[in-house]
């Protein structure tokens, strides 16, 4: 296996791509590295914890004198002779979401750089949300004349059943606004899941289902009730996306540290210990969601803790 860092051409975006063999998988930050405060994410951490955190998390990743982590939001692209597979869809375009300044009214150039890569949207063959949290399924759909269509209109869109259920309860009992007045998931339940839901349809499936050969779901309940994550075998060893099972470096080696969005704090963390020791043992390579570049890496583990090594990047640019 090999990551290539390439700047795309025409497009103000740098990509890694994992090269396994005839499979490749090309990380596409929708958000690149963007400071986040921590209290907002992980309101639990105490500013001695996080200092704590700079001198272990990977160089550049904690702030702790500005009490700041930085976060991507990165969707990945699969390629295999067989399918064309998109994991999670970034923020998106043109949302509308007041009470998130950083994904309100974006303009990103997350089809430039699929374009840039050889991929028209019509030729992604599937599209998974591991969860439907507006932050994972923003380019699910696009503006179009003011209607909001499926963005990969030849794709299948799939989630785990549970999931879909959940929100879509939840949408129902809220009459599509929350008790903040923005909309379910923040506006993104009618602008970027009910669209589907309305005209190319959800594929519902089960949280261990294979997705197509060599792409499975695993379940990661928790952060959301029926979030999965993914794993993708490779003649060349499995890549596991473990979605929002873990946010940022500094969970690594502090398993009791969930985010301020986890639905069930102590099932995401039993989650995260689960999948990162599954990682550690098998020696797959690690795809986080969130995480800054570089984002490639196998987990070392003492029983204890993890630590992310990233493999190494040649920078063709
Ligand atoms: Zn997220």
New binding site residues.
């Given amino acids: 296996m090999r990551v290539i860092r390439q700047k795309l051409e025409g497009v103000d975006m740098v990509v890694d791509r994992l090269e396994c063999g005839p499979v490749r998988v090309t990380c596409i930050p929708d958000i690149a590295n963007i400071a986040w405060p921590a209290k907002a994410i992980f309101g639990a951490l105490s500013s001695d914890a996080l200092a704590a955190a700079e001198t272990r998390a990977p160089s550049g990743t904690v702030n702790a004198s500005d009490g700041t982590v930085r976060l991507s939001?990165n969707s990945y692209l699969i390629e295999t002779p067989d399918f064309t597979a998109l994991i999670?869809c970034g923020v998106g375009n043109d949302k509308e979401r007041p009470d998130r300044p950083a994904w309100h009214r974006r303009s990103s150039s997350f089809l430039d750089a699929l374009s840039a890569l050889g991929v028209a949207p019509q030729q992604v063959d599937i599209v998974i949300n591991t969860?439907l949290?507006a932050?994972?399924v923003g380019w699910n759909t696009r503006l179009v004349e003011g209607v909001w269509q499926p963005t990969f209109a030849s794709a299948r869109y799939v989630v785990c059943g549970a999931e879909l259920d959940h929100w879509s309860a939840i949408d129902r009992e809220n009459d599509g606004v929350g008790p903040d007045g923005v909309g379910t998931l923040h506006g993104a339940f009618a602008d970027s899941i009910a669209p589907i839901v309305e005209t190319v349809g959800y594929e519902a499936v089960a949280a261990d289902a294979e997705i197509a050969p060599g792409l499975r779901f695993q379940p990661a309940p928790g952060?959301s009730p029926g979030m999965a994550a993914v794993i993708l075998s490779t003649p060349h060893g499995d890549v596991m996306f473990p979605?929002?099972a873990i946010?940022h470096p500094l969970q690594l080696d502090d398993a009791a540290v969930s985010s301020n969005?986890c639905e069930n704090p102590e099932q995401a963390c039993s989650t995260r210990q689960r999948l990162l020791a599954q990682a550690a043992a098998g020696n797959a390579v690690l795809a986080p969601?969130?995480f800054p570049a570089p984002v490639f890496g196998r987990l070392k583990t003492d029983e204890t803790s993890f630590r992310f090594c990233p493999l190494a990047v040649e920078d063709v640019s």
């Fill in positions: 939001f999670d969860h949290h932050d994972h952060h979605a929002d946010h969005f969601y969130h």
